[in-house]
């Protein structure tokens, strides 16, 4: 017999700024994202987080922010860094200061790591965030039972726009190859213009896919069940 095809719908960024935080609730609400993930260090996480305790529904992790870059003139080049990533204490101090400020903010422990451009890959911040996670029990992004997606995006690795990936028909397309078992399917909604950044034109753009009819409807004839990290800590099926 098959296994489950099980499906966690997660937006990154949540708390970065108002409009960002507009599409994932749009994005909850009436489409398909079950988790988010909060960026503590930004203004519009007080109200993220409101939000997140009044809707116990939206699982909701903590988006680690150790910095940006953006892609100019074929060279990345840093928005903001927050801490010296080749330094280990620095690491280590910010990513448990930034889980203290979550449990400040939303009134209980994340259910889930992951960081801004996956910057918890490097090998010199990988090893503090991983130990964090053991020591929280929850699901790292990359390195736990939940098989991480990245398809759903509208910029190639040049920063130059893909928007048919994240149409309604690229979604669906996403959603017809996800393999069984566990799975994260990962997105940035947003409504307005109001964060800097190399992903702003396409926020809008997931937000409408993720609200078409025609996905959730595509979910349940190919018999994905949308779960979240809240969900799988009951079931505990996320382990590392």
């Not at 935080?21 to 909060?38: C, D, F, M, P, Y």
């Not at 910095?67 to 074929?74: D, K, T, V």
């Amino acid at each position: 017999m098959r296994e489950e095809r099980l499906l966690i719908v997660n937006a990154d960024d949540f708390g970065q700024s108002p409009g960002v935080n507009r599409g994932i609730i749009q994005a909850h609400e009436r489409g398909i994202v079950t988790s988010a993930s909060l960026m503590v260090r930004w203004p519009a996480a007080f109200e993220a987080a409101a939000y997140a305790q009044r809707h116990p529904a939206l699982s909701v992790g903590l988006h680690l922010d150790f910095g940006e870059w953006s892609l100019r003139n074929s060279e990345w080049r840093a928005l903001y860094e927050v801490v010296d990533l080749e330094d280990d204490d620095a690491v280590q101090e910010e990513t448990a200061r930034q889980i203290d400020a979550f449990v400040r903010l939303v009134g209980r422990e994340p259910t889930h790591l992951d960081s801004h451009q996956h910057v918890h890959k490097r090998p010199t911040v990988k090893g503090s965030v991983a130990v964090a996670a053991d020591r929280l029990g929850v699901p790292l992004r990359h390195f736990s039972n939940v098989r991480y997606c990245g398809s759903f995006y509208g910029q190639n690795e040049d920063g130059s726009p893909i928007h048919h990936a994240i149409s309604v028909d690229g979604l669906i397309s996403v959603l017809s190859s996800l393999p069984s078992g566990v799975n994260e399917l990962a997105c940035h909604p947003g409504l307005g213009d109001d964060v800097e950044g190399m992903y702003r034109k396409e926020r809008e753009l997931e937000v409408e896919s993720l609200c078409d009819p025609r996905v959730r409807s595509r979910l349940e004839s190919l018999g994905i069940r949308l779960t979240s990290f809240a969900d799988l800590a009951v079931a505990n099926l996320a382990g590392g």
